[in-house]
């Protein structure tokens, strides 16, 4: 099945597709992004995801004139042009083409992309659970907006890779846990379940809203809430939650090994129920 993307109003092969060098996203990471995907071929949580993409748009002042209804089908469309048993829907939207300038034109045309490929294979990292490290938090003020500027994540990422580990978590010189470099971080603690609140540390997980959602269904008492390396080191069970990768137990911080256990593995599959029920 060819992969897919569709630029600014055209369906085409993702080989074909092009921007220009002078695109805003390219020069200055000018841009903002959404990654979503689909169970049974359907997408997942789409109202949630445009509602953040549209709040990501407002935050850095990109004016355009999509709406909510007309992304709808457009996802909708490239999700059966793919074919695909399962899709992920990668959207792009820059400030468009300017002559190099960091000043935002008086008036620019945004440059919409998506791309439209097979969703990839997780059920390993998920079942196996992966190790992380701790490296501190030098990302910007506003990590709650959907920004393609991630290269402090591209450097973790590559950090933990290098000290033979599968991801970083961001943590601040105070020690509070943030995230990881692209998905959000649960704790439990004495059958609680404890997670990061919202703000300007973290990007509001879809996924994440919707675990919160599923330990309460389940019975699990949950509480957004400062959680310290100190208070992840000595977990019951710790996990991460993203919308590709669903639900990872973490199996050691920093080399020192952490619990895994059953009340993750009720909360995933209450999550899983929201999907499956559909
Ligand atoms: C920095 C960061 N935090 C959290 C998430 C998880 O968000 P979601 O559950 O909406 O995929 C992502 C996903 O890409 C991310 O990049």
Redesign the pocket.
């Known amino acids: 099945m060819p992969e897919i993307a569709y630029v600014n109003g055209k369906f085409l092969p993702l080989e074909q597709a092009t921007v220009s060098v002078e695109d805003r996203g390219y020069q200055f990471a000018d841009a903002v992004y959404e990654?979503v995907r689909t169970y049974r071929g359907r997408p997942f949580g789409l109202d949630e995801?445009l509602a953040?993409l549209f709040r990501s748009l407002a935050a850095i002042q990109l004016e355009h004139h999509l709406d909510d209804g007309q992304l709808k089908s457009l996802i909708n469309e490239a999700i059966q042009r793919g074919g695909f048993p399962e899709t992920l829907v990668y959207i792009q939207i820059s400030r468009g083409v300017a002559k190099r300038h960091r000043g935002v034109p008086d008036s620019y045309e945004p440059v919409f992309v998506m791309t439209v490929r097979e969703l990839p294979d997780t059920r390993h990292i998920r079942e196996h659970g992966i190790t992380i490290v701790t490296v501190p938090d030098n990302r910007w003020g506003r990590?709650d907006i959907?920004s393609v500027g991630?290269l402090p994540?591209v450097l973790a990422y590559q950090t933990a890779h290098q000290a033979g580990a599968n991801d970083a978590v961001f943590v601040e010189a105070d020690g509070t846990i943030n995230?990881?470099?692209?998905?959000?971080i649960f704790i439990i603690h004495r059958g609680r379940l404890l997670t990061p609140p919202e703000g300007p540390k973290?990007?509001s997980?879809?996924?994440?809203g919707n675990i919160l959602d599923a330990a309460r269904a389940a019975g699990i008492p949950a509480a957004e809430r400062r959680i310290t390396r100190t208070e992840l080191l000595c977990a019951d069970e710790a996990f991460l939650?993203?919308?590709?990768a669903e639900v990872v137990p973490i199996l050691s911080v920093d080399g020192q090994k952490i619990g895994t256990g059953s009340l993750s593995l009720r909360i995933y599959e209450q999550f899983t129920k929201k999907f499956s029920s559909a």
């Open positions: 990654v995801h953040r990590c959907k991630l994540n995230e990881a470099t692209a998905a959000n973290i990007l997980g879809i996924t994440r939650s993203s919308t590709t």
